[in-house]
């Protein structure tokens, strides 16, 4: 018994819940009905479609104030302001309009078409001008040139009977959709200004947009790696260039002590052939050995300062010549890196070549021996 009540309660209940959801979206479809009464009031209140102007549409109020058709009959263009044809075109329906601007059922409007990208892809706007009729969710294009006789005619045609030219008044675009457009017109432009360059400079390819853009990513990825490896090679090898240094640092002292010694030695060695020099010399009186002993002090003196100074340019020119050396050493060093890599990636190509070539004897030997095989059996 207690079962039996609890269905019967959720069968009430559910047949009580359906009935207000029932009410509750007739109230919101009413409640819809008469806020749009309210807003149409508002608007023909400020002069939104009033008949004493041309309306002048952008992407935001381009369906509030056309309201697909349903209300008026809208007449549209769409223009350019650098387009010659589109300023003729206007002289033309101002002309008309000033005619109809009396008609209650009829409404005039014009949009800038490459400044409002979302209606120039809504409609798929080519070229300009493009005039059309939106009427109860429809559409009518002209194809005929915009002059008074043919504007008149193209307001005042009956859709009912050209039915065939009628097309439904597109969806509303998303803007990721209006975004690739764009992207992709850019895209376009961009490869037919480069394949004309190339053209001009007798080169005939024509680039894929996409293989393009595939082409310019891989040689950006290809630098950037560059980069990153020679980054990589400088921060490593910061240790072995010290080495270097000093290694180069202690052989130049020690071929400047070499160099000293060797000058001392060849000084030594003057100093003692004066000296025989001096006692073979015989005869001559003592006041002329005080002379030119004085006179030999002198020399020597100016000699000493004239070799220092000589040391000081020598050692500059040993240092210049130690940085070039250096360099020398570490272009060297590099070459010879260099070229050990392209060695072993030789080596590996070359391994990989000899591996599949054995591998390919190795299948046809296979093939060869069950194609063998295949032959005894037959023959027996």
Not at 56 to 79: A, E, M, Q, T, V
Request: hydrophobic content about 30%; glycine content about 4%; aromatic content about 10%.
């Amino acid at each position: 018994m207690r079962f039996a009540f609890i269905l019967f309660a959720t069968f009430i209940s559910k047949i009580i819940l359906i009935e207000e959801g029932k009410i509750q979206t007739n109230n919101k479809t009413e409640k819809k009905i008469e806020n749009k009464e309210k807003i149409e009031k508002i608007d023909e209140e400020n002069g939104y479609f009033t008949n004493n102007k041309i309306h002048d549409l952008n992407d935001l109020f381009f369906d509030h104030y056309i309201r697909d058709g349903k209300i008026y009959r809208w007449f549209i263009l769409f223009y350019s302001k650098t387009c010659g044809h589109c300023r003729r075109a206007k002289k033309e329906i101002q002309k008309l309009f000033n005619d109809l601007k009396n008609n209650n059922t009829l409404r005039f409007a014009q949009i800038e078409a490459y400044e409002n990208t979302l209606t120039n892809v809504r409609f798929n706007i080519t070229g300009v001008p493009y005039i059309i009729i939106v009427e109860n969710n429809s559409i009518y294009e002209l194809d005929l040139f915009p002059n008074y006789d043919n504007l008149k005619n193209f307001i005042f045609t009956n859709f009912s009977e050209v039915q065939e030219e009628l097309k439904p008044l597109p969806i509303k675009v998303k803007f990721h959709y209006v975004a690739w457009v764009i992207f992709r017109q850019t895209l376009d432009s961009f490869t037919n200004s480069f394949n004309k360059f190339i053209n001009k400079k007798g080169i005939n390819i024509k680039f894929n947009p996409f293989v393009l853009i595939f082409t310019i990513l891989i040689s950006i990825i290809l630098c950037c790696t560059g980069m990153i490896k020679c980054c990589i090679y400088c921060c490593c090898n910061d240790e072995d260039i010290a080495k270097e240094l000093k290694l180069l640092e202690e052989q130049y002292n020690l071929e400047m002590e070499k160099r000293r010694q060797s000058g001392a030695e060849g000084q030594d060695q003057s100093n003692e052939g004066e000296e025989v020099e001096g006692e073979e010399v015989e005869g001559e009186e003592g006041d002329d050995e005080e002379m030119e002993e004085e006179e030999d002090d002198e020399g020597e003196e100016v000699e000493d300062g004239k070799k220092k100074e000589l040391t000081e340019e020598q050692k500059k020119k040993i240092e210049e010549e130690k940085k070039k050396l250096e360099e020398k050493k570490k272009e060297e060093e590099f070459k010879k890196k260099e070229e050990e890599r392209k060695k072993k990636e030789e080596e590996e190509k070359n391994k990989k070549k000899e591996n599949e070539k054995e591998e390919k004897n190795k299948d046809e030997q296979n093939k060869g021996s069950q194609n063998n095989k295949k032959k005894k059996k037959k023959k027996e």
